[in-house]
Nanobody
Framework: QVQLVESGGGLVQPGGSLRLSCAAS????????MSWYRQAPGKERELVAV????????NYADSVKGRFTISRDNTKKTVYLQMNSLKPEDTAVYYC?????????????WGQGTQVTVSS
């Protein structure tokens, strides 16, 4: 059974920092590209950051470039999202996703999400 469990969300003041974690089980973690998405109330889910399976390639949404950093520890089967200089518009539920394309089939798994609220 595949599980992705996010943690690290919470309430933070504008300008503050949080580090989200997503621990995976039930998959060969190092084979999967890992991503963070977020969904604010009344908005569609959007991609925040992507990290390749061996951690050499990253991509970020323009809105978080220079403030957020995605990283992974394949020995711990965990992906992280370091969020600095947080803004109220970063408030959302943050989800991690694992995906890989293997023999023509796309395997995709999602976590349950963790709430991040940026407010004074």
């Amino acid at each position: 059974q595949v599980q992705l469990v996010e943690s690290g969300g919470g309430l933070v003041q504008p300008g503050g920092s949080l580090r989200l974690s997503c621990a995976a089980s039930g998959i060969t973690f190092s084979n999967y590209r890992m991503s963070w998405y977020r969904q604010a109330p009344g908005k569609e889910r959007e991609l925040v950051a992507v990290l390749s399976s061996i951690g050499l390639s990253t991509n970020y949404a323009d809105s978080v470039k220079g403030r957020f950093t995605i990283s992974r520890d394949n020995t711990k089967k965990t992906v992280y999202l370091q969020m600095n200089s947080l803004k109220p518009e970063d408030t959302a539920v943050y989800y991690c996703k694992a995906d890989r394309l293997w023999i023509g089939r796309d395997y995709e798994y999602w976590g349950q999400g963790t709430q991040v609220t940026v407010s004074s």
